[in-house]
C-alpha cells in the first residue's frame, strides 16, 4: 500500500506546496468537524518518509526560497484533519507543528519569528556546539577563572531555545507540541533545576552536578540517526522485560541456594591453637579471652593477604599442623565476598553470570566448603550464563533482524521514491520538445515566437538535469581540465614508447608476483625485531628496510610512468602504496630526530600492503566499512553513553577519591583504576564494560559506600552491554553475508594465479623432457590397448570418436569442478561421503549382499571421486591389497560402453573364478564372516564399551599411582588387553574391507592411529630411553569420536562450519600481527623492572632509576633486574600477552606495566605513559570486537547454509536424535496433564474441584513464594529468637505442603502418580518432613536447617510449570529445551576435549611448582583438580595464573632437581613452550565450539520467531487446537454446538485465535452444520487453517492432506449429511424474524382502536428493531466479502 502510495505520489501535477493560510484552517476546521468513515481510519496511516525531521523527498519538486520557513498545508494526508501544518527548511528537512489549542495562531507574528529560528539549520548547529563545549566543562575538575561566567552563558542559551520552542510549539502534552516529546521533558527539567540551583540559597551543589550532566543527553535528539536507535533499543527493551524478570528470577534462586549452602562458611580459617603456656600471652594481648578474634593467629599463605580459608569437609582445604579450622574473623575482600545475606549472595551470583574474576569466588568456596561443590559453579558459570546470554542475544537478533526487514522495505520503496524524480524530468523534458516540434510543423510564422520561447524552456530545463549531475561529481569542472592538461603526460613519441615498455614491465605476472614475496619478506623482516637484538640482526634488518623502500619507491615510479600519475592516483590502491613510499622516505631522514621514533610503528602499514592481492581481505575490508558506516549511529550513541558515564562518575565519587584514598591504598596512593579525573574515570567505564568492575567496586565501596556505587555500576553494566550486544549483533549479521571471493578478483590477483600457472606449466614441460622415456613407453602400451579396443569395438565406436576420449574427459571434469573439490575435501576430512556411511564393499563375488547387481565397485568412503578405481579383481583371492588402475586404464574403463563393460565383467570375473574355484571360495567366506563379525551390533557395542574402559582407565595414573601398586599392576595388563583387543579389530576390518577401503575412510585412520598410540606407549614401557613414548597416552582419548555418531556429528558440523573460516582466520590473524609489531616497537624491553625480594614490590624511582643502579645496590645479593612474564620482547610473546588481552585475564597486569613504562634498561615509574592505554583500547575494539564479528558472522552464514542443505534441520543431531526433537516438541506443547475422572463421592468431588480451580495453584504459587522470601531474610549470626521462628514457619509450610499433597491422593488415587510434577512434589514433601525431623535426632551438626528450606525451596520450579506457571517464560525456555540434543552432543564433545587436555596435562604438568594460579585445590596432580582447571580455562576465569606458573623454568624460580615424594620424577619447573601451545590451543578449540553452541540457541530463536511471522502452521498449531477442542467437547463426540463456536475462537492460540467479536467472521466461513445445529471439528480447522494461509493454488493440496491425514487417524468418525451451513441458518433465522415482525405488527393493527394506539407505539419501535437488524445483516454480508477466506 505504501508503494502505490509513493507512486501515486510521483505525478508532479498531484503534489505541489501549497502556503498555510487562514482558508486552510477553516477548511481543515470543516473537515475534523466530520466524522471520518471506519475505512478512512484505517487505510490512512503517517507515511513513514514525512515524518518530522526527515527531508522532503524530491518528488514534490524545487523548494521555492519564498516558502523557506513559511508555514505550509500538511502534505500528509493522514493529517488533514489534525489540524497541522509544516515547515521547511533550507535543507527540506520536515518540522510539523499544531495549528491551534494552547498555542498562538500561525499567523502570529512573533510565532513565525520562533518558527524560523527553529527550523534554521545555524540554530541546531549553535546548540549543538554548546552542549559540546558545555560537555568539556563538565569533564573538567579544575574550571577556569571566567568558566562560571561562560556556565551562566550556555544557561542562557539553553533557557533562550526552551522559549523559543515553547512560543513556536505551544505549551500542551500531545503530538508536535513541547511537552509532547520526551527530549523536551528532559531538557526542562534539567534547565529547570539548574535555574534553582543557582539562585537559591540551599546547597545544592553535589545534587546541581549529577542533574547537569544529564545534559549531555541533549546530544541524542539532536542527531536523528542516535535518535531513532534510542527508540529502537527502547522497543528492544520492552521485548527484553520477560527475560529480564527470569534472569532475576534464577539469579534469586541461585542466591538462596548459595545462602543455604554456603552461609557463613568464608569465614572459617585455620586459627594456630595456642599451647597450654601460650594462653596467658594471647588472653593479655586482647584484652579477653575470644583470642580468635586475633587476625595475628591466622595462617597466612606466602604474599597473600587474606588469611587461609578452610572447611571441615574431607575434600576442602585443611589447616596445617598446629592450627584448627574455626569460625572467626570477617569474610574476603575487606567482607564485600560472602553468602552471608540475599544481598551479599545477589551480588556474588551476578558477579558469576556476567564471568568477573570468578577464579578467587572458585577458590574461596572450594577451599571452605570443598571440591563437590564446584557442580554448583559449573551450573551458573557455564549453563547458566551461556543461556542467560542466549537469552539476550536471541531475542536482540529478533528485534535486529525486524528493524532489518522494516529497513529494507522501506529502502526499496525510497529507491523508486527517488528515481522518479529524474526520470520525470527526463520524461517531461522529451514531451516538451515533441509537442514543440508538433506544434512548430502546424503553426505559421507568426506563432514561431512562442514555441521558440517554450523550446528554450526546455532546454533550460534540460541543463538543469545535466548541473545536477555534473554538481554530484566530486571536484569543480576547472580541477578536471588541470588534471588533464598537467598529469597525463603524452607529449612525446620517444617518452610514450618508453611509457609502453614500463607498462609491460609493471603489468607482468611475475612483477606481481615479485611485488608480493617482497611484501611477505618485508612482513617478516618487521616480524624479526626482538629484544635484546645483537648489532648484526639490527643492521641487517635495517638494510632490509631499505632495500624494501627502494623496492616499492621503483615500484611507485614506474606504475606512474606507465599509468600517468592522473590515472595513477584513480586507484585506491595506489594512494595506499604511495604513503607507504612517502612514510619509508620520510623515516630514513627523520628517525635520528628525538620524538620522532615513533614513526617507526608505522611500517606496520606494510602488512595490509597484501590486501591487493589478496581478495578475501578486500571483501571484509568493505564490508567492515559498509557495516560501520552503517551502524555509526550506534558508535556514537555508544560512545555518548561512555562519555556520559565518565562524567557522572567523576561528578560522584571523584571528590571521594581524593579524601578517602588511604582506605583503598596504605601508602595513600591512587591505584591505576580510579575516578579521581576525566580520563581515568572514562578508562574505568571502558573496564566495566570489558567485564571487569568488581575490583573497582569494592574501591568504590572503600570510598563512596555501597548504596552510592551499586546503581552506578549497574547502570553502566546492563545499559552498556545492551548497546555493545545491539552493535556486536548489527556486525555479525553484515557478516553473515560473507561469500568468499571467487569471481571478483581483482587484475593483481589474476596475475599472481598466471605467474603460478605459468611456473606450474614450466616445472610440467621440464619434468616431461627429463621423464620422456618413461612416457613413451606407456604411450605405447596405452595405444596397443586402444587398438585392441577398436578391434573389438569397431562396430560400435568410429575411430573419431575414440581418438577425442581425452577431451570429452577434459570437458566432463571440467563440468563437474565443483563435486570433485567437494569429495577431495571430505577425503582429507573425517565427512565421510553419504553414500557409504561405515561399511565398505569387501568383494566383487560378494555382490549378493553388497553389490547385488555386480556392478562395478568403487570405493567412496573417503573419496568419492577419486581417480582411482577398483578392477573386478581387486578381491583377489590370496590378497587383502586392492589393485588401482591407472589414469590411461580409467579413460579406457570409462569410454567403454556400457553393455561391452558388463559383458566384460561377467567375463573377467567367470574367468577369475574358474581360475582359482576352491582358494578363492575359502577366501571370500573368510572376508565374509570377517564382514559379518564387524558389522555385528554386539560386537561394535563390546568394541565400543572397550574404547570407554581404555579411556577411562587414563584418569588414575596420577602423582599416586606409584603409591597404589595394585592399581599400577591392573592398569598395566589392561593396556595390553586393549592394545591386543583393538589390532585383532584392525585386522578384521582389513581383511573385511580390504586396505584401501579402510584407508580411505577418516574414522579407520584415526583408529589406526590409535592403535599405533597403544603399540608405541607399550614400547615406552619396556623400555627406559622410550620412557617418553607413554606420555602419547592421552591420544588415545580420539578413538572415543569414531565409535559414537553424536560426536561424530557434532565433529562433521564443526568441520562444515569452520573450514570456510580459515580465510577470514588469517585476516584477523593479520590484524593481530600488525597489533604485535606496534607492540614490539612500543614496549620492547622496558618492562623489566627491579623488585625487592623480601617485599616482593617494586623499588621507587627514587631509589633506583636503571638497570645499572638496580644491579649495583647490594644488600645481602644483588636486586634482581626481572622482565615481566608477559611482555612485548619479540612477535612471539606479543601474540600471548594479546591473548590474555583479548580473553581478559591477566591484561589489567600488562596494561599496567605498559603504563608505567619508561624506556629501555630504565626503572618503570607510576603513570609515566599513560596514554599507551590507547593501545590496548584500540586493539580491543579493532584487533578483538571486529575480528570476532567476522569469525561468528561467517560461521553463522556456513551453518545457515548447511542447515538449509539438510532441509532446515539442526546439523548437530543424528537421524536418531530428529526423531526425539519432533518427540520433544510434541511434550513440549501437549498437554502433560493427563484427564482424571470425576469421583463419585461428594465430598471427594468437593475436593477435586477444590484442588483444580486456578485460585488454589495461585495460593499454593503465593504459599511458595512466601517460603522463598522467609529465606530472603535470613542472615549469618541472627539471633537465636529468630532460628526459633524460622524452624516453626518452616514447620507450617511443611504442614501446608502436606495437607495439598493428602487432598490430591485423597481425590486421583493412584492417578496422582502419573504427573512428573506431582511425584516431584511427594518427594519434596517426604525430604523435607524427614529434613524437619532428622536434626532433632542426631543434632544440627550432621544435618543443617537450611536443608529443610533448600527442599522446600525446590518448589519453586513451578513458576516455570508450562500449564500452572507464566507462559512467557515457557516461550523463553522453549528454544532452549528444542537445541538440548544438539547441545548435549557439542558438550560431550567438550568433555571430551577436557578429558584429552587433563590427561595431557597429569603428564606433563603435575609436579610443576604451587604458586600463582596452580595451588593445592587447581593444579595437574589429579584428574579431578585437572577437570577444574580446564573448567576455568573454558570460562576464561585466571588461566594466565597457571600459566604464569608453568613460565618458571628457570633456577631462580623453581628446582629442577627437587624431590617429589612417592615418585621417581624430580623438579618442580615447568616447560614454557609447552604450556604455551596447551592453552592457546585449548583456548581456541573451546571457543569454537562454544561460538556454535550459542549459535544454535539464537538460531532457534529466530526459526521459531520466523515461523511465527509467516503464514504457516505447524504440528505444535493444531495440536493446541485439539487440546482446546477437547475442553468443548470432553465426550469426545467430534462436535460442538454452534453456540459454542465463538468462545471456541477465542480460546485458541495465535494463529488460529479469533478475538471477539467474532461471529460475523465465523458466519462468513460458511461452516457446514449437522443436525442439532452441531458444526464438525475437521470442519472448523479447516477454515481457520484456510483463514491464516489464504488462498493459493498449494492450499487444496494442503487441505485434502489435513482431511485424509484425520480420517485415517480417526478411523469411527460418524459419517454425515450436512443439512445446512452457518451462513444459510444465519439467513434464516434473519428472514424468520423479519417475517414474524411483519406479522405480528399486522396482527396488532387488528386490535381496537384505544389499545391500536399503544400497540402502534410498540409496532414502530419494532420496525426500527427490524430496520437495525437489516442494517447489521448488510454489514455482516459486507464482511463476508471483505474477511479473508
Not at 604511495?578 to 628517525?591: D, M, R
Not at 593396556?975 to 589390532?983: C, Q, S, V
Not at 498449531?1517 to 453456540?1539: A, L, M, N
Not at 459419517?1615 to 434473519?1630: A, D, F, M, N, S
Request: overall charge neutral.
Amino acid at each position: 500500500m505504501a508503494a502505490r502510495a509513493k507512486l501515486k505520489m510521483a505525478s508532479p501535477e498531484a503534489k505541489s506546496l501549497v502556503p498555510f493560510t487562514r482558508e486552510s484552517l477553516e477548511v481543515m476546521e470543516q473537515h475534523s468537524a466530520k466524522k471520518p468513515s471506519e475505512e478512512d481510519k484505517e487505510d490512512l496511516k503517517p507515511n513513514c518518509d514525512l515524518e518530522a525531521g526527515k527531508e522532503l523527498p524530491f518528488v514534490y519538486g524545487n523548494l521555492p526560497q519564498a516558502m523557506v520557513s513559511e508555514p505550509l498545508e500538511d502534505v500528509d494526508p493522514y493529517y488533514t484533519n489534525k489540524k497541522t501544518f509544516i515547515v521547511l527548511n533550507k535543507k527540506r528537512t520536515i518540522f510539523r507543528f499544531n495549528a491551534t489549542w494552547c498555542t498562538l495562531s500561525p499567523f502570529n507574528s512573533i510565532r513565525r519569528a520562533t518558527i524560523k529560528i527553529l527550523v534554521h539549520p545555524f540554530f541546531r548547529l549553535f546548540i549543538l556546539v554548546s552542549v559540546l563545549t558545555d560537555c568539556i566543562f563538565m569533564s573538567m575538575t579544575d574550571f577556569p577563572k571566567w568558566g562560571r561566567a561562560f556556565q551562566n552563558t550556555l544557561l542562557g542559551i539553553y533557557t533562550f531555545e526552551i522559549l523559543v520552542k515553547l512560543i513556536a510549539r505551544g505549551i500542551w502534552a500531545g503530538p508536535f507540541y513541547f511537552f509532547g516529546d520526551s527530549w523536551n521533558w528532559l531538557d526542562f527539567s534539567v534547565t529547570l533545576f539548574e535555574h534553582i540551583s543557582r539562585y537559591s540559597p540551599l546547597n545544592f551543589i553535589s545534587v546541581f552536578r549529577i542533574v547537569r550532566n544529564l545534559r549531555i543527553l541533549k546530544i541524542i535528539p539532536l542527531n536523528q540517526g542516535m535518535k531513532s536507535f534510542v527508540a529502537i533499543l527502547i522497543h528492544c527493551l520492552k521485548k527484553l522485560t520477560v527475560v529480564v524478570i527470569l534472569t532475576l528470577f534464577f539469579l534469586s534462586v541461585f542466591s538462596l541456594i548459595g545462602m543455604g549452602l554456603f552461609m557463613g562458611n568464608l569465614k572459617h580459617k585455620c586459627l594456630r591453637w595456642p599451647q597450654e603456656n601460650e594462653t596467658d600471652m594471647l588472653n593479655n594481648r586482647t584484652g579477653n579471652p575470644y583470642y580468635i578474634r586475633e587476625t595475628e593467629n591466622f595462617y597466612y599463605l606466602e604474599g597473600e593477604r587474606y588469611a587461609l580459608l578452610c572447611g571441615n569437609r574431607s575434600d576442602a582445604s585443611q589447616c596445617p599442623e598446629g592450627y584448627v579450622c574455626v569460625k572467626a574473623g570477617v569474610n574476603p575482600d575487606d567482607g564485600y565476598t560472602n553468602f552471608d545475606s540475599f544481598g551479599w549472595a545477589l551480588l556474588a551470583l551476578f558477579r558469576l553470570m556476567t564471568q568477573d574474576y570468578p577464579e578467587a569466588l572458585y577458590h574461596q568456596i572450594l577451599y571452605a566448603s570443598g571440591k563437590v561443590y564446584m557442580i554448583f559453579f559449573v551450573v551458573i558459570s557455564f549453563w547458566f550464563a551461556f543461556y542467560m546470554a542466549s537469552l539476550f542475544l536471541g531475542l536482540l537478533a529478533i528485534s535486529y533482524e525486524g528493524e532489518k526487514q522494516t529497513a529494507a522495505e522501506k529502502a526499496t520503496v525510497d529507491q523508486e521514491f527517488q528515481k522518479s524524480l529524474p526520470e520525470l524530468q527526463e520524461e517531461k523534458i522529451t514531451a516538451e520538445t515533441k509537442t514543440i516540434q508538433m506544434e512548430m510543423k502546424k503553426r505559421s510564422s507568426t506563432s514561431m515566437i512562442t514555441s521558440l520561447d517554450a523550446l528554450d524552456d526546455a532546454t533550460v530545463s534540460h541543463k538543469e538535469v545535466s548541473e545536477l549531475k555534473k554538481s554530484r561529481q566530486r571536484c569543480p569542472f576547472c580541477w578536471y581540465r588541470f588534471a588533464k592538461t598537467f598529469l597525463i603526460w603524452d607529449c612525446s613519441p620517444c617518452w610514450l614508447k618508453w611509457k609502453e615498455f614500463v607498462h609491460r614491465i609493471i603489468m607482468d605476472p611475475f612483477t606481481d608476483l615479485f611485488l608480493t614475496i617482497c611484501i611477505i619478506l618485508n612482513i617478516n623482516f618487521l616480524a624479526l625485531e626482538h629484544y635484546p637484538m645483537s648489532l648484526e640482526t639490527s643492521n641487517i634488518l635495517s638494510i632490509g628496510n631499505v632495500v624494501f623502500i627502494g623496492i616499492f619507491t621503483t615500484e611507485m615510479i614506474f606504475k606512474i610512468i606507465a599509468m600517468h600519475p592522473y590515472g595513477y592516483f584513480q586507484v585506491g590502491w595506489n594512494i595506499y602504496d604511495s604513503l607507504i613510499v612517502f612514510h619509508g622516505l620520510a623515516e630514513l631522514y627523520l628517525t635520528n630526530f628525538h620524538g620522532l621514533a615513533i614513526l617507526r610503528s608505522f611500517r606496520v602499514l606494510r602488512v595490509f600492503r597484501l590486501g591487493r592481492y589478496w581478495p578475501t581481505f578486500k571483501i571484509l575490508m568493505l564490508t567492515l566499512c559498509n557495516s560501520v558506516v552503517a551502524l555509526k549511529d550506534l558508535v556514537l550513541l555508544l560512545f555518548t553513553f561512555m562519555f556520559f558515564s565518565a562524567v557522572v562518575g567523576l561528578n560522584l565519587y571523584g571528590s571521594n577519591y581524593r579524601k578517602y584514598v588511604c582506605n583503598i591504598n596504605e601508602d595513600c596512593q591512587l591505584p591505576h583504576w580510579h575516578m579521581r579525573d576525566f580520563l581515568h574515570s572514562f578508562l574505568n567505564v571502558f573496564r566495566i564494560l570489558c567485564g571487569e568492575w568488581i575490583e573497582t567496586l569494592w574501591d568504590c565501596f572503600k570510598v563512596a559506600g555501597q548504596f552510592s556505587c551499586i546503581p552506578f555500576y549497574m547502570m553502566v553494566i546492563l545499559i552498556g552491554k545492551l548497546l555493545i550486544l545491539y552493535l556486536f549483533l548489527g556486525l555479525i549479521i553484515s557478516f553473515s553475508s560473507y561469500k568468499p571471493a571467487t569471481t571478483d578478483e581483482n587484475d593483481e590477483a589474476k596475475n599472481l594465479q598466471r605467474a603460478m600457472a605459468r611456473i606450474k606449466k614450466g616445472i610440467n614441460y621440464v619434468l616431461s623432457k627429463i621423464l620422456c622415456k618413461k612416457q613413451n613407453v606407456l604411450k605405447e602400451t596405452m595405444d596397443n590397448i586402444r587398438d585392441v579396443y577398436v578391434k573389438e569395438n569397431i562396430s560400435d565406436h568410429t575411430l573419431s570418436e575414440l581418438s577425442n576420449t581425452q577431451d570429452f574427459l577434459k570437458d566432463k571434469e571440467k563440468s563437474s569442478g565443483t563435486e570433485k573439490n567437494t569429495t577431495e575435501n571430505e577425503s582429507q576430512s573425517l565427512i565421510p561421503s553419504p553414500s557409504v556411511s561405515e561399511t565398505v564393499p569387501i568383494a566383487s563375488e560378494e555382490s549378493d549382499i553388497e553389490n547385488p547387481d555386480n556392478k562395478e565397485i568403487q570405493s567412496k568412503s573417503g573419496d568419492g571421486s577419486s581417480k582411482e578405481k577398483v578392477k573386478q579383481s581387486s578381491s583377489s583371492e590370496c590378497s587383502t591389497v586392492d589393485i588401482v588402475l591407472s589414469e590411461e586404464e580409467m579413460v579406457y574403463e570409462r569410454e567403454k560402453p556400457k553393455h561391452l563393460r558388463n559383458v566384460y565383467e561377467r567375463r573377467s570375473s567367470s574367468a577369475q573364478i574358474g581360475r582359482g574355484p576352491k582358494k578363492g571360495k575359502i577366501w571370500q567366506n573368510i572376508r565374509k564372516t570377517c564382514c559379518k563379525i564387524v558389522e555385528n551390533s554386539c560386537f561394535k557395542c563390546f568394541i565400543g564399551l572397550v574404547t570407554l574402559l581404555s579411556t577411562g582407565a587414563l584418569a588414575f595414573e596420577d602423582i599416586y599411582i606409584d603409591q597404589r601398586k595394585t592399581i599400577k599392576i591392573l592398569l598395566e595388563y589392561a593396556d595390553m588387553i586393549f592394545t591386543y583387543i583393538f589390532i585383532l579389530e584392525m585386522l578384521l576390518k582389513w581383511m573385511a574391507y580390504g586396505f584401501k577401503a579402510y584407508f580411505t575412510n577418516g574414522w579407520y585412520k584415526l583408529d589406526f592411529m590409535v592403535v599405533i598410540v597403544f603399540c608405541l606407549s607399550l614400547i615406552g614401557k619396556s623400555r627406559e630411553e622410550l620412557k617418553p613414548l607413554v606420555s602419547i597416552k592421552f591420544l588415545r582419548g580420539l578413538r572415543v569420536l569414531s565409535q559414537f555418531e553424536k560426536m561424530k556429528v557434532v565433529v562433521r558440523a564443526l568441520i562444515k562450519t569452520t573450514l570456510p573460516t580459515l580465510s577470514v582466520f588469517l585476516v584477523c590473524l593479520m590484524i593481530w600481527l600488525a597489533f604485535g609489531i606496534i607492540g614490539v616497537h612500543l614496549f620492547a624491553g622496558k618492562f623489566y623492572e627491579c623488585i625487592d625480594p623480601t617485599s616482593g614490590e617494586r623499588f621507587p624511582l627514587s631509589e633506583v632509576m636503571n638497570r645499572s643502579q638496580c644491579e649495583t645496590l647490594v644488600f645481602n645479593e644483588s636486586m634482581p633486574w626481572e622482565n615481566a612474564k608477559l611482555n612485548f620482547d619479540n612477535v612471539g610473546i606479543s601474540f600471548l600477552s594479546l591473548l590474555q588481552v583479548a580473553t581478559f585475564n591477566g591484561w589489567i597486569t600488562i596494561m599496567n606495566s605498559a603504563v608505567d613504562s619508561t624506556d629501555v634498561d630504565m626503572q618503570p615509574n607510576f603513570e609515566n605513559n599513560i596514554y599507551m592505554y590507547c593501545y590496548f583500547i584500540d586493539f580491543i575494539i579493532i584487533g578483538l570486537f571486529l575480528p570476532l564479528s567476522m569469525l561468528i558472522g561467517v560461521i553463522v552464514a556456513n551453518f545457515h547454509k548447511h542447515k538449509i542443505k539438510q532441509g532446515g534441520s539442526n546439523i548437530f543431531i543424528t537421524v536418531k536424535q530428529k526423531k526425539q526433537y519432533r518427540a520433544l516438541k510434541k511434550l513440549m506443547y501437549e498437554d502433560s496433564q493427563k484427564p482424571v475422572p470425576l469421583p463419585e463421592n461428594k465430598f471427594q468431588r468437593f475436593i477435586f474441584d477444590l484442588v483444580t480451580t486456578r485460585v488454589f495453584n495461585i495460593i499454593i504459587m503465593t504459599l511458595i513464594c512466601f517460603q522463598a522470601i522467609t529465606i530472603m531474610i535470613q542472615s549469618d549470626e541472627q539471633s537465636p529468637k529468630i532460628d526459633t521462628a524460622l524452624f516453626w514457619i518452616n514447620s507450617v509450610y511443611v504442614m501446608l505442603y502436606f495437607g495439598e499433597c493428602v487432598l490430591k491422593l485423597i481425590v486421583f488415587h493412584c492417578n496422582y502418580f502419573t504427573s512428573g510434577w506431582n511425584i516431584f512434589d511427594f518427594m519434596v514433601v517426604v525430604f523435607s518432613i524427614t529434613g524437619l525431623f532428622l536434626p532433632l535426632m542426631v543434632g544440627y551438626y550432621l544435618v543443617s536447617p537450611s536443608v529443610v528450606q533448600l527442599i522446600l525451596l525446590a518448589r519453586i520450579i513451578h513458576i516455570l510449570h508450562p500449564e500452572k506457571g507464566l507462559k512467557l517464560f515457557h516461550n523463553l525456555l522453549l528454544p532452549l529445551m528444542l537445541s538440548l540434543p544438539a547441545l548435549l552432543n557439542i558438550s560431550l564433545l567438550i568433555f571430551l576435549i577436557m578429558f584429552i587436555y587433563a590427561i595431557f596435562g597429569m603428564y606433563n604438568f603435575a609436579y610443576v611448582k604451587k604458586e600463582a594460579g596452580i595451588d593445592d585445590m587447581s593444579n595437574f596432580e589429579t584428574f579431578g583438580s585437572s577437570m577444574l582447571c580446564l573448567f576455568r580455562v573454558t570460562v576464561f576465569a585466571g588461566w594466565d595464573g597457571m600459566l604464569n606458573a608453568i613460565f618458571n623454568s628457570k633456577w631462580s624460580d623453581c628446582d629442577p632437581d627437587k624431590i617429589n615424594p612417592g615418585t621417581q620424577v624430580r623438579g618442580d619447573c615447568g616447560n614454557p613452550f609447552l604450556g604455551i601451545i596447551y592453552f592457546v590451543s585449548y583456548i581456541l578449540l573451546t571457543r569454537l565450539i562454544i561460538v556454535n553452541m550459542y549459535t544454535v540457541v539464537v538460531m532457534e530463536f529466530l526459526n521459531i520467531a520466523s515461523k511465527k511471522k509467516a503464514k504457516t502452521l505447524s504440528e505444535e498449531d493444531f495440536r493446541k487446537f485439539f487440546q482446546v477442542w477437547k475442553r468443548f467437547d470432553p465426550d469426545r463426540t467430534q462436535y460442538i454446538d454452534s453456540s459454542k463456536l465463538s468462545d471456541f475462537a477465542a480460546a485458541l492460540d495465535p494463529p488460529l485465535f479469533m478475538a471477539k467479536p467474532n461471529k460475523g467472521q465465523l458466519v462468513a466461513m460458511d461452516l457446514p452444520m449437522a443436525v442439532g445445529d452441531r458444526i464438525h471439528c475437521l470442519d472448523v480447522l479447516l477454515a481457520l487453517t484456510k483463514r491464516v494461509l489464504g488462498k493459493d493454488l498449494s492450499m487444496e493440496k494442503v487441505l485434502s492432506e489435513m482431511e485424509s491425514g484425520f480420517t485415517l487417524a480417526n478411523t469411527f468418525k460418524i459419517t454425515y449429511e450436512p443439512i445446512t451451513t452457518t451462513l444459510k441458518r444465519k439467513q434464516e433465522v434473519v428472514s424468520a424474524t423479519i417475517i414474524q415482525r411483519a406479522y405480528k405488527s399486522y396482527r396488532l393493527r387488528q386490535n381496537d382502536k384505544n389499545t391500536s394506539d399503544t400497540h402502534m407505539i410498540d409496532g414502530d419501535r419494532e420496525v426500527q428493531a427490524i430496520k437495525e437488524d437489516s442494517y447489521i445483516d448488510k454489514a455482516e454480508g459486507v464482511s463476508i466479502i471483505q474477511s479473508p477466506i
